[in-house]
């Protein structure tokens, strides 16, 4: 999905620079469904490009979160619910600022670790739990949505990742 999107966007600002000299009507900016900070602002662009946002923001509402990074630290079908359970547990006894999540992935239950936006911020858990947890790994996830801290508030998360 993103990586549309990293396409898509070049192409659409290659298009606008190679047609620049042409006379562009000015295209109304729909303030529906964007958010109030998009709405106040007025640039001169193509309204494929504001359709383009509207979309991306309609589909993350969609899927509940965005795209993002976890350690699976367990995963088993026989006798797994109970199992699963009992390793939440010993995790959030070690770890209690971290989000641990048990997911169904038939026919496994599965117990998954954080909500990281980049793949380096899971590695950096998983090299920090590998003693008790040898086989975990990182897996691409929908994650939570950040939340928006101040800047000390994000070094405080930042010390106790690392």
């Not at 602002?41 to 993002?68: A, C, Y």
């Not at 995790?91 to 954080?114: C, M, N, Q, T, Y």
């Amino acid at each position: 999905m993103m990586k549309v999107i990293l396409v898509l966007v070049p192409i659409l600002v290659l298009n606008l620079a190679t047609f620049g000299q042409n006379a562009y009507q000015k295209a109304a900016v729909e303030s529906d469904g964007l958010p109030e900070i998009i709405s106040k602002l007025h640039p001169e662009q193509d309204s494929r490009l504001t359709e383009l946002v509207k979309w991306q923001i309609e589909n993350n509402r969609k899927k509940s979160g965005i795209d993002g990074w976890r350690v699976e630290i367990f995963s088993s079908s026989s006798d797994a619910y109970e199992k699963a359970k009992k390793v939440k547990q010993e995790f959030l006894s070690s770890f209690p600022e971290l989000e641990v999540h048990i997911r169904f992935i038939a026919p496994d239950f599965k117990v998954r670790v954080g909500d990281f936006r980049t793949r380096n911020e899971a590695l950096k858990l998983r090299k920090q739990i590998q003693d008790r947890y040898p086989e975990s790994f990182e897996v691409k996830d929908i994650i939570k949505f950040p939340e928006l801290i101040s800047g000390e508030s994000e070094k405080n998360r930042n010390e106790r990742i690392n």
